[in-house]
């Protein structure tokens, strides 16, 4: 039992891996997103990073306080190809929750939600 259990871990896919992996050619769910930074135990829990937020606008686009432009989503990975993000990457966890890909492919501290619909 526990060496198919270490064989299982070992033949899981790293997060790196993971992220480098092409998929399906999809969009994200039109509203507004919230961006945040994880805060601690004795204060609160979300430092909101207001001039991160964006907009999922529809069709590929988004909009933040900035200016407009466009994303890639491939599979789980967001890139966001033109505007104001332009080069920012993310990795979609969930239907409304994302969290930022560094430079050297690991995941980030930023997470962003989806908020709510299109103000």
């Known amino acids: 039992?526990?060496?198919?259990?270490?064989?299982?871990?070992?033949a899981a896919p790293?997060?790196?891996?993971a992220l480098s992996a092409q998929g399906r050619l999809g969009l994200l769910s039109q509203g507004e997103y919230v961006?945040?930074?994880?805060?601690?135990?004795?204060?609160?829990?979300w430092v909101e990073e207001p001039t991160r937020n964006f907009a999922i606008t529809?069709?590929?686009s988004y909009?933040?306080?900035?200016?407009n432009g466009?994303?890639?989503?491939e599979g789980a990975r967001v890139t966001f190809t033109r505007g104001p993000m332009k080069g920012m990457k993310l990795m979609r966890l969930g239907s409304g929750l994302l969290q930022e890909v560094g430079r050297d492919d690991?995941?980030?501290r930023l997470r962003c939600h989806r908020a709510g619909p299109l103000n």
Do not use: H
């Open 58 to 60: 529809g069709a590929s």
């Open 35 to 45: 961006c945040a930074l994880p805060g601690n135990a004795v204060g609160t829990p």
């Open 63 to 67: 909009r933040t306080g900035r200016g």
């Open 70 to 73: 466009t994303y890639l989503l």
């Open 14 to 17: 790293s997060v790196t891996g």
């Open 106 to 108: 690991k995941l980030g």
């Open 1 to 10: 039992m526990m060496l198919a259990l270490a064989a299982g871990l070992i």
